[in-house]
């Protein structure tokens, strides 16, 4: 009996040696089928690096993404407040200048009829004017004596009244035009007739038939006089 268990301890020592063999011979097989392939590595690699880049592709697409709708609702409104702020602005300078110029014009209207409010008035007087200029003028100088004293004092008060007239025209604004030997002027003057008149420059008045009168600067009425022509 002793001798059989010895021969079956023999007998298993014997076949874990070969097992042991076996398993040593089988190792590197098996390393090299674990091992990966270079490959396997590179692509696993690519594939890293792909999947980085798209993600940092991403990124950038993620950032020029458009924005929320809200913002972009309140960017349009805002857009659209300028524009009317613009709209208005231009509209309100506009306003601006034409009230001044209404502004300007008016002050210049209510300034000329301040000036020239009297035209028709001063027409009428200047007739008047005239018929006392005729009267003093129609009294003959060799009959203003002492000796007539009711003629000499007529002429006189005719002589005062038609000097206290002028001084009222004056006063106001209106002068009396008496172009005798003046150059012609036709914003100042109307000619009646043109005459060669020795001894006088061509383009002059030789003769003063009514008097003329300037409002303010203004032509009130023209004088009528005769123009020297050359001969």
């Not at 990966?36 to 880049?53: D, F, I, M, V, Y």
């Not at 020029?64 to 231009?90: H, I, Y």
């Not at 009230?99 to 020239?116: C, D, V």
Request: charged letters at 30%; glycine letters at 6%; hydrophobic letters at 35%.
């Amino acid at each position: 009996m002793p001798n059989a268990c010895v021969a079956t301890a023999a007998t298993t020592v014997v076949m874990a040696v070969r097992c042991v063999r076996l398993a040593r011979r089988s190792l590197p097989a098996l390393s090299l089928c674990l091992r990966p392939s270079p490959r396997l590595l590179c692509t696993a690699a690519k594939q890293k690096n792909n999947g980085q880049s798209l993600e940092e592709d991403s990124r950038p697409s993620e950032q020029k993404a458009e924005p929320p709708a809200a913002d972009k609702v309140l960017l349009e409104e805002k857009g659209r407040l300028e524009e009317q702020l613009r709209e208005t602005m231009e509209k309100y300078k506009r306003a601006l200048a034409d009230t001044e110029n209404l502004r300007q014009r008016s002050q210049k209207l209510i300034e000329e009829a301040k000036l020239y409010g009297i035209q028709g008035f001063c027409k009428d007087l200047l007739e008047v004017a005239d018929i006392l200029e005729k009267a003093t003028q129609s009294v003959p100088k060799e009959e203003i004596k002492d000796e007539n004293p009711h003629l000499k004092n007529l002429y006189e008060g005719l002589v005062m009244t038609e000097v206290q007239i002028q001084k009222v025209f004056t006063k106001h604004g209106l002068l009396r035009l008496d172009p005798i030997g003046a150059k012609f002027d036709p914003y100042e003057h109307e000619a009646l007739f043109h005459a060669p008149v020795e001894g006088k420059e061509p383009g002059t008045v030789a003769l003063v038939s009514k008097v003329g009168y300037k409002l303010h600067g203004r032509t009130l009425r023209p004088a009528l006089v005769g123009v020297v022509k050359e001969a």
